[in-house]
């Protein structure tokens, strides 16, 4: 498939990913990872909602769990936001158009909020205002551990990676960086983006919908690195799904840790900035190892394999394809 | 003066700073400063113009020399990226709506480039396409001084603060935090962005108009400090203008410098993300010495009362009002 | 005075800096400052005293505060470490041998305890051994503030730079960087160590004996960043004495703040190793303003001026000398 | 074995590690390496020999290659300093006392230099001088890759742990910290140190001798990271050996590469001070995956299997014993 052009007149103007919804069988369990781990600030919590954000965020979550008996862990919804009260009923338009449904349901602390699917399956949820507070980016006694600053993304699994990029390309995504096959053309994932940095939602190929993970984006190296030393004084290191590396896409310093649940959060730091009109899209091959690691080390099978399922959808298996190398294929060559 | 509101559908579409336009006496002794010193790339050098970027940007340029005779040096434009080529006859037929001159100019590596003075006198030049070629952003062996990355925003002293905002205002252009006197709603400084975080552009009160300082920003705390260091180690101490320290205004760690003509620049991290349609800008008072600085030490009297000339026009004397508390106050209050 | 060769086979073996003994009118005020400002680690407080400590430290303290109604505060003791039980007795014997009194005295929580006033009439204590327990090294998840690491040196105003050199030399204690005058070799300031960076006790010339401050090593520059940051957002950035800079000598990235008794705090990183036999001290003099501060901007009048007075030790002024520049004479040059 | 006391008079005075002498087929690929990516410093290049040294260090070398056209290279000595001349000849009797060979031979801009083949096989050299020139310490503007500061430690397999650690016990080395088997006293690995962290020389068994690595510190966590994106960045990801991580013992935030001559060195930051006489050792069982990896990742197999030849000796095979925890095996153990 080919890069597609960069639709500059929406029919809404969605602006950012804003916020998941996931569940949890244990919010105090997942309280402590999050909070006592992490450093997140939980900004509410009762017998069936625990409601998160990091130090930048002004919006009064951009996580939520909901107590559920699911094992593991399922994702309820991808929220984003629109521009204004208006982007949701010209959304509500656009997607009646398309023959897509969409209802507005209530959720706390949000604006009138608009449900629906995309193609790949993914329960999105769109708003235009949050309740707001101050935030804690000026009270830094109150830093800690990794000093997660905003959610930054989603990458999600899916089987039909074309049609969901035609999808969002249409409501004004841009492509920053994708991954093809080797020596084709064939689209294997997509950096999708509103905002100004390289990403919101990134769709990658593979049995989906399934949420592969969300990142928080933190301003220094020794942050992500912190948030390591953090989680293993705390007795969670083996909950680190993958270690510190640097992407070659995106460019992103990284470390992926699992929750509780089995969700898998990335904390990353260093992206950087896409708004030009005539800034191209960089194209990587899934058989170049710096696409994922700029220094060798690819990511482990698990990585690659393990996701969280969405809410109420069956899981669809994509076309056969090449697949990145693995950690485990890596250290077997070595030897 | 209120806080404005936001308008969602300007006449065209302005995305961010982009670059500016100064003169230097010897372009040599300002290209040492820049790219041995602070660490930009030279991406062009003639006898007459000198041209650079910081590490993320895959433009041509976001600082231009001109070699001139003056000293000091003067400002002869500051740049915008507008979306599309359309948003540049869009931006002709509002700006001749408003009775405001502009007219279409040659810039070497620029797309189409319209020119026009903005209310408080500005040269204001748009173009929507530059020059593109690979960043340094991953030739880390080449990162050097402050790995600045990119040109984030500049400040501007006008004699007119309320008129200039009220037309970036109806451009699209959202106040994130401002200044106002003690007590009332007089706006002495304005924060006025469109990309995704506090401000491209920022008038404060003072006579104009007269560039304040360029800023580029840096992604860890420690690159600022580095700058500082190699500057030292290369005998430009003393064109440090304004020590280390944490603006309470848009959170950024800073440096200042003053270059070999006497433009102010300014290296930052930390800087934080508005988008959001309810997200209510910050309000500071003019006596509040957190506004400058989180720390207590405020800067130089020098460093509020140089800046650089615009090439070409006279400067207006602001009404008279509060100023802030220099150092040497501070220091004399110490004692 | 010359260098004085460093001797190599002192009377008795002491090891480093230990812990210094302060005054506070309000032992929770003090704690507040040091624990939830700085990042100290309370190791015990009742009604007379509070015992801090830093992060790598084993030790049970290397900061004691005693309540008394002094105002401003007083130091009452210098602590030092030495090598070995037996290197007490023999320390005990050398000061009889020069005729200077010492007597072993009882110190909570540390082994023997000998105590002596050195020629700047500072009152030093040795000890071979303190409590131990596990510092929080490890314990990431409890770094707060500027996460101090430990006690590295104090700097002692004198009025006889000479005599307390040579005490100290003999002692063996060698010195790394050294202040003399413009062009002559009056020494006005050594840098003397016995662990291996470039200093345990700092002697400077001045009224004396006065502590002008006592210093903690932090590993990181942001970490030197973070503990002003939190200063300031505790209110308590008024306590900031001296902002962020380069020492030229010993090479240290310092902040300097002053404690609610007036105590002066420096928090640093960067030290360097001086180890081996043919490393020449490095000579610094008083004019070259890069001594104090590689970037050109000196320390304010009050951070030379100021300092914590000894207990029951009268003043004696110094010979007359030149003194270095201050930020005010600093600024006024520059207008 | 138990921990042995620490003898605070030994025969004479070995003050550090100073250096290494390697062997390297190609001088300007190793050349490459070493200055260009990990950014230490040339001091003398000719057709036989490349000295290197790092950012702190006013000693010509820490780093020695000679031409040789052994593939794998070898090592062919471990450098010491002592305090003072006089050491050598005391360090002379010394070894002639236990009926080990000494002699005094000739090394390039080291002074006198002793030369002994230690209990495990290695051939260690003692010099108290060596020539000095100013560092590039406060030559910011001359800091590339990872901006090492000084040679750190070496770690050497060997057969016979427990006869190493005795000699070097009694030459007044320090055990910091050590493994040993599951619930035993069997010593298997020992950090032992004369200068002031937590290790010079690190004995553990495998078969010997081998040199494992060689480490230089760096005083900030981004550092190491840079280091790798500018290895990576120059192509020389795949010379990563292990990537980073934080190791329980000794506390470092590592990072280890592998050079052209298959020589294995670890850039590091985070040691920590070791002096007191009472500050016990910490202990650590070979079955705690945290010794050598807080956050989980053990190391590859290669890392521990792989290791530089000493010249001149055959190899013992230790006892049999059991090993530690590989990556290969951790995530087979995940699967």
Redesign the interface.
Do not use: C
């Given at each position: 498939m080919p890069v597609l052009p960069h639709n500059?007149d929406p029919a809404f103007?969605l602006?950012?990913l804003s916020h998941v919804v996931l569940t949890s069988r244990d919010l105090d369990a997942t309280r402590a990872f999050y909070e006592?781990?992490l450093g997140l600030e939980v900004t509410g919590q009762d017998a069936e909602r625990l409601y998160l954000r990091a130090l930048?965020e002004?919006?009064h979550h951009s996580l939520v769990f909901e107590k559920a008996d699911a094992a593991p862990g399922v994702c309820r919804a991808v929220g984003c936001?629109v521009?204004?009260?208006a982007d949701l009923d010209r959304a509500a338009d656009h997607l009646a158009g398309l023959g897509r449904a969409a209802d507005f349901v209530e959720r706390p602390f949000q604006?009138r909020t608009l449900r629906f699917r995309d193609p790949a399956g993914v329960c999105v949820e769109l708003c235009?205002?949050?309740e707001?507070r101050d935030s804690r980016?000026?009270?830094?006694?109150?830093?800690r551990?990794g000093r997660l600053?905003?959610m930054d993304h989603v990458q999600i699994n899916t089987h039909d990676v074309d049609a969901t990029y035609a999808f969002y390309a249409d409501l004004g995504f841009r492509l920053t960086e994708y991954t093809t096959g080797d020596g084709n053309d064939e689209m294997i994932a997509v950096w999708l983006k509103r905002?100004?940095?390289t990403q919101d939602l990134v769709y990658s190929r593979g049995p989906g919908p399934r949420l592969h993970h969300f990142a928080y984006h933190t301003?220094?190296?020794?942050n992500v690195?912190?948030a390591?030393?953090?989680?293993?004084?705390?007795g969670l290191?083996?909950t680190?799904d993958r270690?510190?590396?640097?992407h070659?896409i995106g460019?992103a310093?990284f470390c992926y840790f699992r929750d509780p649940d089995g969700h898998r959060i990335e904390i990353f730091?260093?992206h950087?900035?896409v708004?030009?009109?005539?800034?191209?899209p960089r194209r990587w091959e899934i058989g170049d190892t710096?696409r994922s690691q700029?220094?060798?080390?690819p990511a482990?099978?698990?990585w690659f394999a393990e996701a969280t399922h969405f809410d109420g959808v069956d899981l669809t298996q994509p076309p056969p394809g090449p697949g990145p190398m693995t950690?485990?294929e890596y250290?077997a060559r070595?030897?």
């Open positions: 500059p103007n602006t950012r006592t781990g930048e002004t919006s936001r521009a204004q009260e604006g235009a205002t949050m707001q980016m000026q009270q830094f006694h109150l830093h551990g600053a905003f905002k100004n940095n301003p220094e190296i020794a690195v912190h390591a030393d953090v989680m293993g004084a705390l290191g083996q680190m270690p510190l590396g640097r070659g460019n310093f730091t260093s950087y900035t708004i030009d009109a005539n800034q191209a710096r700029l220094w060798g080390f482990p099978r698990k950690l485990e250290l070595w030897s």
